[in-house]
């Protein structure tokens, strides 16, 4: 077994291949431009919830359809995953994160001058395989730029600009629409997506470039089956995704249509609950990060962090189900607020194993969180035409009830595999 003296030998021999920048410098040329790509990513992923019913009416789908048209993304998303790990740790995030950046914007194309189901998938999921590494290639990065003892808390900090994308994605987005239809609107994000894409290439320095291009293409499967084969690995599989997939889930759709059948909202209340939500999960990602770090420091690591915060995460979508105050935006705003405390997960994996895999620690994670999330998007939608819509459109509460109870079922039992089948001697 690879001891903590190796692993930190590891990390200082990659982290020494091209010389220190002053903290400010790092933020300017590193985590600026990668933020950007972040920030898009977010963006593309949460947009559908408030074009939802333009979707709707313009194309005539039913819920499942739209379920299938927007979780397209998370599907290409998930199936490139693994790639990617192998992508990053042999050709460095820079190079990686430049070249998928091409695809959305692409993709971001075709979804705008799409005139049918199928086309619009086909964009939907360029999207998705162009967003694939908007975290994971930051993460990467962030690796190779920081010190592992601060994982946690920069991570966190980086995160809040995928709030701030998803908070784009709500009230700005709905008045936006005031001025442009949705299909412009798409074909301006991909301009944005080509110019965050030159910014990444041009101004990032190279860094984990060099020495992982030297490993062979065996050896990169084989730092891949270690992970895989790792009980810790499975023991954070289930929690993860659960709990994830359900933020990306709710987030990036079925929220906005529960406000609208079951909290009876007007498109534009819906879009301020959605702002109201996104801007809370921006905060709550920082949250995340300072919990994570304050754990650490009063001694009860990391693993108490990620349970803790899949219970707090719990909490709000029982609000949600039992529908305490379903016209409110407070059980909404706590929800976002919780619904990324599990990121934890990334940088806790990460630092059990070598810096030379954290490309694939993460992607091997994240396949299994944007699978989830695809599942989970697409059935809710079953779930929902399960039951008739009513004469206005709108699906009944028990529908949702159903759906989302579910969710939470599955959160709880995999809290349960989580403290039970987490190796003891492997706690952090």
Known sequence: MTTEAQLRSSRSAEQEETPNLGLLRIALVVALPFAGGYFLSYLFRSVNAVISGRLLSELGLDASALGLLTAAYFLAFACFQLPLGLLLDRFGPRRVQAGLLLFAAIGGVVFALGQSLTTLMI??????????????????????WFPP???????????????????????????????????????????ATLLVASLIFLVVPPRGEQG??????????????????SRLFWAAVPL??????????????????WLADVGGLSSSAVAGVLLALALS???????????????????????????????LFILPQLAIVLELAPQSALPWMAFGFT????????PRLA???PLSLSGRVNTSLNLMVFIGAFAMQYAIGGLLDLAAPEAQGHYPAEAYQLAFGGVVGLQLLSLLWYLFFLPRGQRI
Request: with cysteine; glycine share 16%; aromatic share 6%.
């Open 212 to 229: 992982a291009a030297q490993s062979n293409l065996r050896e990169q499967l084989a730092g891949l089956g270690r992970i895989l084969s």
């Open 339 to 346: 619904s990324n405390l599990c990121m934890v997960i990334y």
């Open 351 to 353: 630092r059990s194993f």
């Open 123 to 144: 964009g939907r999921a360029l999207i998705g395989l162009g967003c694939a590494g908007g975290l994971m290639a930051s993460l990467k990065a962030l690796s190779l």
């Open 281 to 311: 999960m921006t905060v709550g990602f920082f949250f995340g990060g300072l919990l994570a770090d304050g754990m650490e420091r009063i001694g009860l690591g990391l693993d108490a962090a990620m349970v803790l915060g899949a219970i």
């Open 149 to 191: 003892q601060r994982w946690a808390l920069v991570n966190g900090c980086f995160l809040m600009v995928g709030g701030l994308g998803a908070a784009t994605a709500t009230a700005p987005v709905e008045a936006a629409l005031h001025l442009v239809d949705w299909r412009t609107l798409f074909l301006i994000l991909s301009g």
């Open 240 to 257: 993860s995704v659960s709990s994830l997939a359900a933020g990306l889930s709710l987030q990036g759709l079925w929220a906005g249509p």
